[in-house]
């Protein structure tokens, strides 16, 4: 019985996780406002640029909600084998979760790592492109800037 409660406090732990990392803002079009940039090559390019990080990005949440998806139907099988009372019914449902949601972590870890230089690099060629008097307002032209807070997703239980 007390290796099913350490199952569960684990499970737990990592649920507790995976819903604050699955917190991730929604992809919005770009704002009228990035539109407005000179229209010369340097700020043609560096919207082309701002696009394709946005598209990156997108990518990356559409990810991350199949990654959702397929955890919830390993929870699904989980939760119910939960009603199964032979003694070891849980087990295969919880390691099958317990593995896939440690997979998901370090996939998400991955995409992270990858995109956090490429964001700073882009970040500081907007700072280049306007100056240092204008370095903020050329960043918040961007629209990966311009993205939505994260909204709050309700948990599943």
Do not use: W, Y
Request: net charge neutral; with cysteine.
């Amino acid at each position: 019985m007390t290796r099913i409660s350490t199952c569960f406090a684990i499970l737990g732990t990592f649920a507790l996780t995976a819903g604050i990392i699955a917190q991730t803002p929604a992809a919005t079009p770009a704002p009228a406002s990035h539109a407005t940039m000179k229209n010369d090559t340097h700020d043609a390019g560096m919207m082309a640029e701002c696009q394709a990080m946005q598209a990156k990005k997108k990518a990356m949440d559409e990810k991350m909600t199949a990654m959702d998806a397929s955890l919830d139907k390993l929870v699904a099988t989980m939760n119910a084998a939960a009603t199964d009372k032979t003694p070891d019914a849980m087990e295969k449902p919880m390691a099958a979760v317990l593995t896939e949601m440690v997979a998901q972590r370090k996939a998400m870890h991955s995409m992270m790592s990858e995109m956090q230089p490429e964001m700073m690099a882009h970040m500081m060629k907007h700072m280049e492109m306007h100056g240092e008097g204008s370095a903020m307002t050329g960043m918040s032209n961007c629209p990966m800037m311009k993205m939505d807070a994260p909204a709050a997703k309700p948990v599943k239980n």
